[in-house]
């Protein structure tokens, strides 16, 4: 209880919509601190961190280890300062873990049970909503019959290679917590992909993004392990510059919300006349756009309105 507003503390310059009403992010070097607000004045806020990080810090002591770790972020100290825990700390040594299958005769986990990397881009949900859709059509299709086990059998297999995409991106980005350009860079392949696929879905074209982030896209998902692999090394000089621009490359195709634009400084609202630019992407034209923005709330043709949150 307690938690300041950081637009209290840090106003910043024409956010695109109040920041303590997302899920806000602390990214620094070795780790990242969660502040989820709700409506009755509680806050759910964590850090997860790398082995080292942990290690320094004594996670295991709970709440003494929380006050060293904001000790060593004035500003998020300054957030903090005077709230209250309504529940012990808790610690879990490591987060990740992955089953060696996920499917077999008769059963199947769902993702979120046979695998988990970390929650800094809430991959959960997606991974997990779509492994429901699988298991749907597999039983639609296969229920009663000598199909199915082969069925679940490429279930797991989708399944544990999706769980893997996403460790290879977290994996890059704990690598660069500490460059805050080169990982904002690389979040933009997650939020492209994700952007790209809900609006492919929404616009009634599945085929477009049949996988999780586009991996069954071969052009993208070879671009994907080729700068998520580059990433890893700390970047300097041209090295850096290639990163940087080669994400910017690999999104273009996929790029339905303006992302990669150095004029909105990190800064992404939801704007209708992105998605409407991006139409010829999308294999529609502007009046299925405007329909689509329709069903969410648009007048048809109002594609200069601003997407609330």
């Known amino acids: 209880m307690g938690v300041r507003c950081w637009d209290s503390l840090h106003a910043a310059s024409d956010p695109p919509y109040p920041v303590d009403d997302a899920a806000m992010h602390h990214v620094f070097d070795g780790g990242w601190i969660w502040v989820l607000r709700f409506n009755n004045g509680v806050t759910s806020a964590g850090v997860a961190a790398d082995s080292a990080l942990a290690?320094?810090?004594?996670?295991?002591?709970?709440?003494?280890?929380?006050?060293?770790?904001?000790?060593?972020?004035?500003?998020?100290?300054?957030?903090?300062?005077?709230a209250r825990?309504?529940?012990?700390?808790?610690?879990?040594?490591?987060?990740?873990?992955?089953?060696?299958?996920?499917?077999?005769?008769?059963?199947?986990?769902?993702?979120?049970?046979?695998?988990?990397?970390?929650?800094?881009?809430?991959t959960g949900f997606p991974l997990t909503l779509l492994g429901v859709e699988?298991?749907?059509?597999?039983?639609?299709?296969?229920?009663?019959?000598?199909?199915?086990?082969?069925?679940?059998?490429d279930y797991s297999a989708v399944t544990l290679r999706e769980l893997d995409v996403t460790s290879e991106l977290i994996?890059?980005?704990?690598?660069n917590m500490a460059d805050f350009e080169i990982f904002s860079a690389l979040t933009l392949l997650y939020f492209a992909a994700a952007s790209y696929s809900e609006t492919a879905r929404r616009l009634g074209k599945p085929e477009l993004a049949q996988g999780f982030l586009l991996q069954t896209c071969e052009e993208f998902a070879t671009a994907w392990k080729r700068l998520l692999a580059a990433a890893r090394p700390p970047l300097v000089g041209k090295a850096r510059s290639q990163l940087l621009n080669g994400?910017?490359?690999?999104?273009?195709?996929?790029?339905?919300?303006?992302?990669?634009?150095?004029?909105?400084?990190?800064?992404?609202?939801?704007?209708a006349?992105?998605?409407?630019?991006?139409?010829?992407?999308?294999?529609?034209?502007?009046?299925?756009?405007?329909?689509?923005?329709?069903?969410?709330?648009?007048?048809?043709?109002?594609?200069?309105?601003?997407?609330?949150?």
């Open 134 to 153: 699988r298991l749907a059509n597999a039983l639609a299709t296969g229920w009663n019959s000598p199909k199915l086990p082969a069925l679940l059998q």
């Open 85 to 122: 825990a309504t529940l012990p700390f808790a610690h879990a040594p490591r987060l990740a873990f992955r089953a060696a299958t996920a499917a077999g005769p008769n059963w199947a986990l769902l993702p979120s049970a046979a695998g988990f990397v970390d929650p800094l881009l809430s």
């Open 171 to 175: 994996s890059a980005l704990y690598s």
């Open 247 to 271: 994400v910017a490359a690999a999104i273009e195709p996929i790029n339905v919300a303006g992302l990669a634009d150095a004029k909105r400084r990190n800064w992404y609202p939801a704007l």
């Open 273 to 309: 006349e992105d998605l409407a630019a991006a139409a010829p992407k999308l294999g529609v034209d502007r009046e299925a756009i405007d329909r689509l923005l329709a069903r969410c709330g648009f007048s048809p043709g109002a594609t200069a309105q601003k997407l609330q949150p």
């Open 55 to 82: 290690g320094e810090l004594r996670f295991a002591d709970g709440a003494p280890a929380w006050e060293r770790l904001i000790t060593k972020l004035p500003s998020v100290r300054e957030q903090f300062a005077g």
